[in-house]
T-cell receptor, first 114, second 114 residues
Framework: DVKVTQSSRYLVKRTGEKVFLECVQD?????MFWYRQDPGLGLRLIYF???????EKGDIPEGYSVSREKKERFSLILESASTNQTSMYLC?????????????FGQGTRLTVV | GNSVTQMEGPVTLSEEAFLTINCTYT??????LFWYVQYPGEGLQLLLK?????DKGSNKGFEATYRKETTSFHLEKGSVQVSDSAVYFC?????????????FGQGTTLQVKP
């Protein structure tokens, strides 16, 4: 079974803390993504990476950074957590196939910032 | 830029009713189109896809046809079951690069009652 694994299902952090969300995939995929999911807004892309050490901003990168030191692992970092970053965070991965890309998702991390 | 618009939910149906969830898109070029489903407490999984105009994607009794003339990809099922209760996301991929980036609609919640 192909798998994208996120390190935590639920997290509660305090305002101002530095938060790390980890994602690992076992499919040797080139592309990895971080989305946040909010009611009525669907999924919005925060950052993505198409290769080790490569990253590109998505639609809402402010307040976030990412790290991809190894192909299978993509980390999302909240430098100083704020209450408006309370959300569901979804990691995904896909292969480098133009036009036929199926993304595989992790189960999500529900982050609450208090 | 590229975007996806879905009908607002929630959609509440009785078991065995006919389902339509509308999806329209705006895109340059020739995107691939997808429907993803998110069951309660889980991440997203691919339901079906279509990669060119007039293609029909189908899976588990669900169907959607890629209509370039109306820029639509409506999801249909002839007879829904309680187990189909979930959130459904329409998405498109940008075929101009190999990054596999997906753009999602806001999601439509389907509730099926016995």
């Amino acid at each position: 079974d192909v798998k994208v694994t996120q390190s935590s299902r639920y997290l509660v952090k305090r305002t101002g803390e530095k938060v790390f969300l980890e994602c690992v995939q076992d499919m040797d995929h080139e592309n990895m993504f971080w989305y946040r999911q909010d009611p009525g807004l669907g999924l919005r892309l925060i950052y993505f990476s198409y290769d080790v050490k490569m990253k590109e901003k998505g639609d809402i990168p402010e307040g976030y950074s990412v790290s991809r030191e190894k192909k299978e692992r993509f980390s999302l970092i909240l430098e100083s957590a704020s209450t408006n970053q309370t959300s569901m965070y979804l990691c995904a991965s896909s292969t480098e196939q133009r036009g036929n890309t199926e993304a595989f998702f992790g189960q999500g991390t529900r982050l609450t910032v208090v | 830029g590229n975007s996806v618009t879905q009908m607002e939910g929630p959609v509440t149906l009785s078991e065995e009713a006919f389902l339509t969830i509308n999806c329209t898109y705006t895109a340059t070029g020739y995107p691939s189109l997808f429907w993803y489903v998110q069951y309660p407490g889980e991440g997203l999984q691919l339901l079906l896809k279509a990669t060119k105009a007039d293609d029909k994607g189908s899976n588990k009794g669900f169907e959607a046809t890629y209509r370039k003339e109306t820029t639509s990809f409506h999801l249909e099922k002839g007879s829904v079951q309680v187990s189909d209760s979930a959130v459904y996301f329409c998405a498109l991929s940008d075929n101009s690069s190999n990054t596999g980036k997906l753009i999602f609609g806001q999601g439509t919640t389907l509730q099926v009652k016995p």
